[in-house]
């Protein structure tokens, strides 16, 4: 492919015009459109908005498991049969703990995550006044994922001092079917736009490899854009044994089989960069299971990361992610006051070791 087509991508997202269809398909599934100049260019437009910075979240699992609805990629779900370690709500005094940690940890955001449909009204207030502890005591955003919210609950909770509502479209809404069946696409749209009634900025995104075309996700993206999202998590679907759309359950035929690639996630992160410059790209679940030994390229469209680990799953340790970050010449964006010490601190020295007689002469004894 001409440079002048990966030039064009840089400059049409910038601009603020929306590329065609045909263009995102191109990016997906072009076999003459190479990784590395796609790459580039959706830095050129990460690089504008976002410079080198890298934003950190740490989840907060605060209550796992009993959720009466069957979203077929969620471990939590009724209808999943994974051995996952179920409790309700953990107690004020965990919860304000682990901001604390999080906040230390140099985490630019505190993300409060609840299993289940929605929240009580009684829920609601319950909530907004432990973010309102967390708001007075740590300078850290934070962001609440906890199902379907309505208008007045999403106004309660802005005067509380919430900075995001999460609330993920997932997938189209011609695939959202295959996926769930408790509550619609719809449902979830209207979450959205309660959130936004109120004025509080969304963080809503997608989960790539549930069984769903190229056209699904550009589907996505372009809603994504026209709601204006603030934060968008790209999540690589985990086939968590158990879960409805995982392989496992093979009587059901909602399981799909995940073949995604390396090449194609990165082309999925760089496409969400082009629909969407001025939203922070989160490279959510999945990220180390499916980039694998190009995790690191994930950090040229995307500039947000989960450290410590995703809901039921587990990711790679944050010094890891640390270091990757630091290798790869991008800084962490933080709200800590010892800043300096996530951008300038050592990395870890390893001792280089001798390989043993053994490794160097298998053969000595045969
Ligand atoms: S994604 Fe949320 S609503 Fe769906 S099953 Fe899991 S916890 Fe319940």
């Known amino acids: 492919m001409e440079t002048t087509f990966y030039h064009q991508l840089t400059t049409t997202s910038l601009q603020d015009k929306l590329l065609s269809d045909a263009c995102c398909e191109k990016i997906l599934a072009g076999s003459d459109v190479e990784l590395l100049p796609l790459l580039d260019a959706a830095y050129q437009v990460r690089k504008t908005y976002f410079q080198n910075e890298v934003q950190l979240h740490i989840l907060n699992n605060a209550q796992n498991g009993y959720c009466p609805e069957d979203c077929g990629y969620c471990a939590q779900a009724s209808s999943a049969t994974t051995d996952i370690e179920?409790?309700?709500?953990?107690?004020?005094?965990?919860?304000?703990?682990?901001?604390?940690?999080?906040?230390?940890?140099?985490a630019y955001r505190y993300c409060i995550v609840m299993s289940g449909r929605g929240p009580s009204p009684k829920r609601v207030s319950y909530?907004?006044?432990?973010?309102?502890?967390?708001?007075?005591?740590?300078?850290i955003e934070v962001c609440l994922s906890a199902g379907l919210i309505d208008i007045e609950s999403a106004h309660i909770l802005k005067a509380a001092g919430l900075d995001r509502l999460n609330h993920n479209l997932n997938t189209s809404e011609a695939h959202y079917p295959n996926v769930c069946s408790t509550h619609t696409y719809q449902d979830r749209m209207e979450t959205l736009q309660a959130a936004q009634t109120v004025g509080l900025a969304c963080c809503s995104g997608v989960i790539v490899g549930m069984g769903e075309g190229t056209d699904d996700l550009i589907q996505v993206a372009k809603s994504l854009r026209q709601l204006e999202v603030a934060s968008l998590p790209v999540n690589f679907f985990l086939p968590i044994s158990g879960t409805q759309l995982s392989e496992s359950v093979t009587e059901n035929p909602r399981s799909v089989?995940?073949?995604?690639?390396?090449?194609?996630?990165?082309?999925?992160l760089c496409l969400y960069r082009f629909l969407n410059p001025r939203a922070e790209i989160r490279v959510a679940a999945g990220r180390e299971h499916h980039l694998r030994?190009?995790?690191?390229?994930?950090?040229?469209?995307?500039?947000?990361?989960?450290?410590?680990?995703?809901?039921?799953?587990?990711?790679?340790?944050?010094?890891?992610?640390?270091?990757?970050?630091?290798?790869?010449?991008?800084a962490v964006k933080t709200n800590a006051e010892n800043v300096e010490q996530f951008n300038q601190g050592d990395i870890e020295k390893r001792d280089v070791l001798l390989k043993e007689l053994k490794v160097l002469r298998p053969r000595m004894d045969s």
């Open 127 to 139: 909530l907004a006044e432990l973010i309102h502890t967390v708001k007075t005591r740590y300078p």
């Open 293 to 330: 030994s190009m995790e690191v390229m994930a950090l040229y469209p995307a500039n947000s990361m989960f450290i410590d680990g995703y809901l039921n799953a587990e990711g790679s340790a944050a010094s890891r992610t640390m270091e990757m970050i630091k290798d790869a010449g991008f």
């Open 257 to 268: 089989s995940t073949t995604l690639s390396p090449d194609y996630c990165l082309r999925v």
């Open 86 to 106: 179920a409790y309700p709500l953990k107690p004020d005094a965990e919860i304000l703990e682990e901001a604390k940690r999080a906040y230390e940890s140099g």
